[in-house]
T-cell receptor
Framework: DAGITQSPRYKITETGRQVTLMCHQTWSHSYMFWYRQDLGHGLRLIYY???????DKGEVPDGYVVSRSKTENFPLTLESATRSQTSVYFC??????????FGNGTRLTVT | QKEVEQNSGPLSVPEGAIASLNCTYSDRGSQSFFWYRQYSGKSPELIMF????GDKEDGRFTAQLNKASQYVSLLIRDSQPSDSATYLC??????????FGKGTKLTVNP
């Protein structure tokens, strides 16, 4: 089925470990986004990409790395996880100036 | 810093009533506005989008945009318990600039 898939759905990791969250979309949307959602802060943009090999920082990029070698994939890597990165992470995709479509989210806990 | 402000709520209405959700935004350059519904533990799903001043209706939902006042609202008529969720307002001037409010939690009481 067409859509946007995130994996894993749940992840527990330890402080200092590297962890990668995966995002795959089948719509061939140009734009892809990573948000984190925390109580009291709402959805905050981490990174976004306008096309393959084009990425840009959002509001809260520190501690995160992204890549987009293929249009359909947009992985998010936490290079050295910290407890403050415990959150729910949502990937989304869209075309220019059109609504975002969200994946089901990844709930990450950093111990 | 571009901001989108929503009443945090919670907002509680009886079944069958009209629920009114409000949102203001700081960036006068914002052109596109979206309302998302998010059930607890789920991802946001699009309810409405509006680009032009005025009202846009879709079933029980009406989005209203007033660019002069930098104000967006969502009305839900004949509210149902299944409408109980957090509603997120978002505004931007193209996909890169979308900014979300913190959401308003709506409870519809049977």
């Amino acid at each position: 089925d067409a859509g946007i898939t995130q994996s894993p759905r749940y992840k527990i990791t330890e402080t200092g470990r590297q962890v990668t969250l995966m995002c795959h979309q089948t719509w061939s949307h140009s734009y892809m986004f990573w948000y984190r959602q925390d109580l009291g802060h709402g959805l905050r943009l981490i990174y976004y990409s306008a096309a393959a090999d084009i990425t840009d920082k959002g509001e809260v990029p520190d501690g995160y790395v992204v890549s987009r070698s293929k249009t359909e994939n947009f992985p998010l890597t936490l290079e050295s996880a910290t407890r403050s990165q415990t959150s729910v992470y949502f990937c989304a995709s869209s075309e220019w100036d059109s609504p975002l479509h969200f994946g089901n989210g990844t709930r990450l806990t950093v111990t | 810093q571009k901001e989108v402000e929503q009443n945090s709520g919670p907002l509680s209405v009886p079944e069958g009533a009209i629920a009114s959700l409000n949102c203001t935004y700081s960036d006068r350059g914002s052109q596109s506005f979206f309302w998302y519904r998010q059930y607890s533990g789920k991802s946001p799903e699009l309810i409405m989008f509006i680009y032009s001043n005025g009202d846009k209706e879709d079933g029980r939902f009406t989005a209203q945009l007033n660019k002069a006042s930098q104000y967006v609202s969502l009305l839900i008529r004949d509210s149902q318990p299944s409408d109980s969720a957090t509603y997120l307002c978002a505004g931007g001037g193209g996909s890169e600039k979308l900014v979300f409010g913190k959401g308003t939690k709506l409870t519809v009481n049977p």
